[in-house]
């Protein structure tokens, strides 16, 4: 498959997770990612590699050459390619910030669904519209 897009796979059955997505696409300035939900029929095929568990415990973003980045690292990488982000991810290329980042998004992933209720992710998806883009496959 000859992709130009940054593939980012997300669990849409999490409100934050799907609030996260969401602003991304408005960050997306340049048309440089596809957002695919991991319970999308192609999810499975574009990296087979990757179990359902571990799409379910992390953001992936999958590259054109097909590199994979996870969680953390996937924001790190994102964050150089949304020009908005680019403070973000200077900031986790700070030795040893990265590390942290890991720990704090794992923490954040296992507690997703109760943050979610408690930040009220659901009503706050409501309020900020999905962006409308131009590729009909977004």
Same mark, same amino acid.
């Given at each position: 498959?000859? %992709? ?5 796979? +997300? ?8 609030? /996260? ?31 359902? $568990? $571990?799409?379910? $415990? ?8 097909? /590199? ?7 924001? %790190? ?27 704090? +998004? ?15 992710? /659901? ?14 496959? $977004?």
């Amino acid at each position: 498959m000859d %992709r130009t897009k940054h593939i980012v796979l +997300y669990d849409s059955d999490c409100p934050l997770c799907t609030f /996260q997505m969401r602003l991304l696409t408005w960050l997306d300035w340049l048309n440089k990612v596809r957002l695919l939900p991991i319970n999308d029929s192609e999810a499975a095929g574009i990296s087979p590699e990757l179990t359902r $568990e $571990e799409l379910r $415990e992390a953001i992936h973003c999958i590259t054109p050459a097909d /590199q994979i980045y996870r969680g953390a690292r996937c924001f %790190r990488f994102l964050g150089f390619r949304l020009p908005a982000l680019v403070p973000l991810a200077l900031f986790l290329w700070i030795p040893g910030v990265i590390w942290v980042a890991e720990k704090v +998004y794992m923490w954040v992933s296992r507690n997703r669904l109760s943050l979610s209720k408690i930040f009220g992710c /659901q009503g706050a998806c409501a309020i900020l519209p999905e962006r409308k883009r131009d590729d009909p496959d $977004e």
